[in-house]
């Protein structure tokens, strides 16, 4: 006898704020609900809608800098069948939507934010049947709910969407930027801001259009576009609606515009200068352009002149640009995100720091080579919460482990036997070379101890090193977690570069995500990067995996400090890590015994804290770092260190 199947017409309910042209969907665990894709989720009608905030919760919204509030309190409903007695997971999120022309091409959606609680939302039939005119009156609240009766409301997340179709352009300003070439100007205090233009309108212009209706030196506004502004500073790190004069940019600040879009190609932006004075209306006294042809690269920094309202220049300025774009193909769903997900509450943690340890630079502190399958392996068997290794491209475009962006090379001289070193980059050397050839440490160039250059290099494979992204994460104990270090060159304060000619920063993190995604299976994943462009895409990119930003600190005397002025100051790293929703950031521990204070101050901010350096191959050091509430510490002399307190432990 064969059962007919239930079926239940569920209404799901729930209250949100939007803004205009936005719409809350529903997205689940069953093809009725989208299979936990976005672009197949079921849209929501709105029921009612009020202005102002809904009923006091915990959503984390847009920071505004001014005083205008459009968002509404609506609620949203939409009844779907659902079929069998099996319990439906789902989600909340709201989006924009632009539906396609094309039957072969899926709908443009645009994540705004999304319950992101590691558990989610669960329809029970079984609960259903009990009192179902209980379940179809009740209104949810966006990013609160109850699991098993047991509310989670204090400990909710509601995070930024990701990018499934759009692209988004950080335009900035920072360091001292403004060159005013008439003495009158160049004491002055400046407001910016910054507008969309649709470049497309070209096409279609009507004679005498643009002087008419946009006036002599403005382009048509993309309406479509909002650009939002942060600063670096305490003043507005989150992403604030401009004011009709913009912001202030104070020399040796950081400034961000930040503007989201479907069609790169066609975006540009005007910049308006106002004369900032105290009690005085902000006197507007130029403007200049950033075009679609200024923006052909991932990241470059453009020199453009600042036209005078009488159209003769008065100045330049240097602007700085980041187009991040989404991964072509990369499919990701909504069942789950650790983005922003962090027990706080759990024992700081272990990481192997390039498995066992750097093996180059500390010989004695290392069992096995460096960033080789075998030392991430032992590192795990000897307790490592986590393994830390430097991941980047060869020249055939597959994600390798290796630290440096250099090798030796050993080659032979006309004269017989004599042989030397000769330095190459790893990013032009194809996996199988850098594998297959006979290599060094770059660091051996300038050692005059050659006695192994003519031996054999018979180590096993998993002793080798150069092992692809993919074999780690084939090879390595899944119950171990990985912090993927991205590797990126940067100028440093000295005008040296680490490396020259490098790849496109979006090709270059969509190989390394792609890789990723497809082979981590229920592994933890951490990514982390010096380069805070690299965790921004890597950020953007996905919607599953946390980013740490890396730094230096304010340590100077350790290492050359990079230009970048986002990555030399703890507090700097604070509010980059705040402005990019990144999870935290992974600081110089030498940086931080000079002022303990600062890992408060990443707590207060809610942030969590890594740490790395030769100052934790110190267990008192350790010890202390871990009695402060450091969340993570990453350390060479893992064997001893993980032995001993394995044998303390069980005793």
């Given at each position: 006898?064969?059962?007919?199947?239930?079926?239940?017409e569920?209404?799901?309910?729930?209250?949100?704020?939007?803004?205009?042209?936005?719409?809350?969907?529903?997205?689940?665990?069953?093809?009725?609900?989208g299979?936990?894709?976005?672009?197949?989720?079921v849209?929501?009608?709105?029921?009612?809608?009020?202005?102002?905030?809904?009923?006091?919760?915990?959503?984390?919204?847009?920071?505004?800098?001014?005083?205008?509030?459009?968002?509404?309190?609506?609620?949203?409903?939409?009844?779907?069948?659902?079929?069998?007695?099996?319990?439906?997971?789902y989600?909340?999120?709201?989006?924009?939507?632009?539906?396609?022309?094309?039957?072969?091409?899926?709908?443009?959606?645009?994540?705004?934010?999304?319950?992101?609680?590691?558990?989610?939302?669960v329809?029970?039939?079984?609960?259903?049947?009990?009192?179902?005119?209980?379940?179809?009156?009740?209104?949810?609240?966006?990013?609160?709910?109850?699991?098993?009766?047991?509310?989670?409301?204090?400990?909710?997340h509601?995070?930024?969407?990701?990018?499934?179709?759009?692209?988004?352009?950080?335009?900035?300003?920072?360091?001292?930027?403004?060159?005013?070439?008439?003495?009158?100007?160049?004491?002055?205090?400046?407001?910016?801001k910054?507008?969309?233009?649709?470049?497309?309108?070209?096409?279609?212009?009507?004679?005498?259009?643009?002087?008419?209706?946009?006036?002599?030196?403005?382009?048509?506004?993309?309406?479509?576009?909002k650009?939002?502004?942060?600063?670096?500073?305490?003043?507005?790190?989150?992403h604030?609606?401009?004011?009709?004069?913009?912001?202030?940019?104070?020399?040796?600040?950081?400034m961000?515009?930040?503007?989201?879009?479907?069609e790169?190609?066609?975006?540009?932006?005007?910049?308006?200068?106002y004369?900032?004075?105290?009690?005085?209306t902000?006197?507007?006294?130029?403007?200049?352009?950033l075009?679609?042809?200024?923006?052909?690269?991932?990241?470059?920094?453009?020199?453009?002149?600042?036209?005078?309202?009488?159209?003769?220049?008065?100045?330049?300025?240097?602007?700085?640009?980041?187009?991040?774009?989404?991964?072509?193909?990369?499919?990701?769903?909504?069942?789950?995100?650790?983005?922003?997900?962090?027990?706080?509450?759990?024992?700081?943690?272990?990481?192997?720091?390039?498995?066992?340890?750097?093996?180059?630079?500390?010989?004695?502190?290392?069992?096995?080579?460096?960033?080789?399958?075998?030392?991430?392996?032992?590192?795990?068997?000897?307790?490592?919460?986590?393994?830390?290794?430097?991941?980047?491209?060869?020249?055939?475009?597959?994600?390798?482990?290796?630290?440096?962006?250099?090798?030796?090379?050993?080659?032979?001289?006309?004269?017989?036997?004599?042989?030397?070193f000769?330095?190459?980059?790893?990013?032009?050397?194809?996996?199988?070379?850098?594998?297959?050839?006979?290599?060094?440490?770059?660091?051996?160039?300038?050692?005059?101890?050659?006695?192994?250059?003519?031996?054999?290099?018979?180590?096993?494979?998993?002793?080798?090193?150069?092992?692809?992204?993919?074999?780690?994460?084939?090879?390595?104990?899944?119950?171990?977690?990985?912090?993927?270090?991205?590797?990126?060159?940067?100028?440093?304060?000295?005008?040296?570069?680490?490396?020259i000619?490098?790849?496109?920063?979006?090709?270059?993190v969509?190989?390394?995500?792609?890789?990723?995604?497809?082979?981590?299976?229920?592994?933890?994943?951490?990514?982390?990067?010096?380069d805070?462009?690299?965790?921004?895409?890597?950020?953007?990119?996905?919607?599953?995996?946390p980013?740490?930003?890396?730094?230096?600190?304010?340590?100077?005397?350790?290492?050359?400090?990079?230009?970048?002025?986002?990555?030399?100051?703890?507090?700097?790293?604070?509010?980059?890590?705040?402005?990019?929703?990144?999870?935290?950031?992974?600081?110089?521990?030498?940086?931080?015994?000079?002022?303990?204070?600062?890992?408060?101050?990443?707590?207060?901010?809610?942030?969590?804290?890594?740490?790395?350096?030769?100052?934790n191959?110190?267990?008192?050091?350790?010890?202390?770092?871990?009695?402060?509430?450091?969340?993570?510490?990453?350390?060479?002399?893992?064997?001893?260190?993980?032995?001993?307190?394995?044998?303390?432990?069980e005793?």
């Amino acid at each position: 006898m064969t059962m007919m199947s239930v079926t239940f017409e569920v209404m799901f309910r729930v209250e949100a704020e939007v803004e205009s042209g936005e719409v809350v969907c529903v997205v689940g665990d069953c093809d009725r609900l989208g299979n936990w894709d976005p672009h197949h989720a079921v849209v929501l009608s709105r029921e009612s809608s009020s202005p102002g905030q809904c009923r006091k919760n915990n959503q984390q919204m847009e920071n505004r800098c001014d005083k205008e509030d459009r968002k509404t309190c609506d609620v949203w409903r939409k009844k779907v069948k659902l079929c069998g007695m099996k319990n439906y997971n789902y989600r909340y999120f709201v989006c924009q939507i632009i539906e396609s022309d094309s039957e072969s091409t899926e709908r443009t959606v645009k994540v705004i934010r999304w319950e992101t609680n590691i558990l989610p939302r669960v329809f029970s039939p079984a609960d259903y049947m009990k009192d179902p005119g209980k379940y179809d009156a009740e209104i949810m609240k966006f990013g609160e709910y109850e699991i098993h009766g047991i509310s989670i409301g204090g400990k909710n997340h509601v995070t930024k969407g990701w990018l499934t179709d759009q692209s988004e352009i950080h335009i900035r300003i920072h360091g001292n930027p403004i060159r005013m070439w008439k003495p009158k100007y160049r004491k002055q205090t400046y407001r910016i801001k910054c507008t969309p233009l649709d470049q497309r309108y070209k096409d279609h212009l009507d004679e005498d259009e643009e002087e008419d209706e946009w006036g002599t030196h403005v382009s048509p506004p993309s309406t479509f576009t909002k650009v939002l502004v942060s600063t670096l500073d305490e003043r507005q790190i989150n992403h604030c609606v401009q004011s009709e004069s913009g912001t202030i940019f104070e020399t040796g600040s950081y400034m961000i515009f930040t503007a989201e879009t479907t069609e790169p190609e066609s975006l540009g932006f005007q910049f308006d200068f106002y004369v900032n004075q105290e009690g005085v209306t902000p006197k507007h006294i130029g403007y200049c352009y950033l075009l679609p042809v200024d923006l052909k690269k991932s990241n470059d920094t453009k020199t453009v002149p600042i036209t005078g309202l009488n159209h003769k220049p008065i100045g330049q300025i240097d602007l700085d640009y980041l187009t991040v774009k989404p991964v072509p193909g990369l499919d990701l769903k909504m069942d789950v995100s650790y983005q922003n997900y962090w027990k706080f509450e759990r024992k700081s943690l272990d990481v192997g720091h390039r498995g066992m340890g750097s093996s180059y630079k500390h010989k004695k502190l290392a069992a096995v080579r460096e960033n080789t399958v075998q030392s991430l392996q032992d590192a795990a068997n000897h307790g490592a919460d986590y393994v830390e290794f430097d991941v980047q491209l060869s020249r055939d475009m597959i994600p390798v482990i290796y630290h440096d962006f250099h090798v030796a090379i050993t080659y032979r001289k006309k004269k017989r036997e004599e042989l030397e070193f000769y330095q190459a980059s790893v990013k032009d050397l194809k996996l199988s070379e850098l594998q297959s050839m006979k290599l060094a440490h770059a660091s051996r160039i300038s050692d005059n101890d050659r006695d192994d250059i003519h031996e054999d290099d018979i180590d096993p494979t998993d002793l080798q090193p150069f092992p692809a992204l993919e074999r780690v994460f084939e090879a390595v104990n899944p119950a171990t977690g990985f912090n993927v270090e991205i590797k990126y060159p940067q100028e440093k304060v000295n005008g040296e570069f680490e490396e020259i000619n490098f790849y496109d920063r979006n090709k270059y993190v969509d190989i390394i995500l792609r890789v990723v995604m497809r082979t981590a299976g229920h592994r933890r994943v951490v990514f982390s990067s010096f380069d805070p462009d690299i965790c921004i895409l890597v950020q953007r990119k996905q919607n599953k995996y946390p980013t740490l930003l890396l730094t230096n600190g304010e340590d100077v005397e350790k290492y050359v400090p990079y230009m970048d002025l986002r990555t030399r100051s703890i507090d700097m790293a604070i509010y980059f890590a705040t402005f990019s929703n990144l999870l935290g950031i992974d600081v110089l521990t030498s940086t931080l015994f000079r002022n303990m204070n600062k890992i408060e101050k990443v707590k207060e901010a809610k942030l969590v804290l890594f740490c790395w350096g030769e100052d934790n191959n110190d267990s008192n050091a350790i010890n202390t770092l871990k009695q402060k509430g450091v969340d993570g510490i990453i350390y060479d002399r893992c064997l001893v260190n993980w032995t001993l307190e394995t044998l303390y432990s069980e005793n």
